[in-house]
Nanobody
Framework: QVQLVESGGGLVQAGGSLRLSCAAS????????MGWFRQGPGKEREFVAH????????HYADSVKGRFTISRDNAKNTVYLQMNSLKPDDTAVYYC??????????????????WGQGTQVTVSS
C-alpha cells in the first residue's frame, strides 16, 4: 500500500517556475516507479513524466520535454517535478501516482493504482 500527498502548486505567471513534491508513505516506496499526470479543465488526465525506482530512467510527454524535470529522493520517500518556462496550457491539477506493478513505467492512467489528491497549478498569461 502506498499513500501519496502532493504539494507545491500555486499561481505563477507565464515563464515562471514551480516545484511540485509528492510525499509517499510506506516502506516500499523505493521499489516503485513513479509518475506525474495532470488534468486540465475539461480535459482528460494525461501523462506528464515518470521515473524508475532507481532514477536511472525517465520519460516525458512531448509537451513538457525540456521544461520539466522529474526526480526522486528515496531516503525522503519523495518524488519531485521541477517545472520551468511554464505556459498557460500547463494549467491543471497535477497528480503523482504509483503503478499497480511496482516496476512498471507506464504512460496511461489505468496502469497506475495509487494516486494523490492532486495539487492545482495555474499559469497566468
Amino acid at each position: 500500500q502506498v499513500q501519496l500527498v502532493e504539494s507545491g502548486g500555486g499561481l505563477v505567471q507565464a515563464g515562471g517556475s514551480l516545484r511540485l513534491s509528492c510525499a509517499a508513505s510506506g516502506r516500499t516506496f523505493s521499489s516503485y516507479a513513479m509518475g506525474w499526470f495532470r488534468q486540465g479543465p475539461g480535459k482528460e488526465r494525461e501523462f506528464v513524466a515518470h521515473i524508475s525506482w532507481s532514477a536511472d530512467r525517465t520519460h516525458y510527454a512531448d509537451s513538457v520535454k525540456g521544461r520539466f524535470t522529474i526526480s526522486r529522493d528515496n531516503a525522503k520517500n519523495t518524488v519531485y517535478l521541477q517545472m520551468n518556462s511554464l505556459k498557460p496550457d500547463d494549467t491543471a491539477v497535477y497528480y503523482c501516482a504509483a503503478p499497480a506493478l511496482s516496476f512498471w513505467l507506464g504512460v496511461h492512467p489505468n496502469e497506475y493504482r495509487y494516486w494523490g489528491q492532486g495539487t492545482q497549478v495555474t499559469v497566468s498569461s
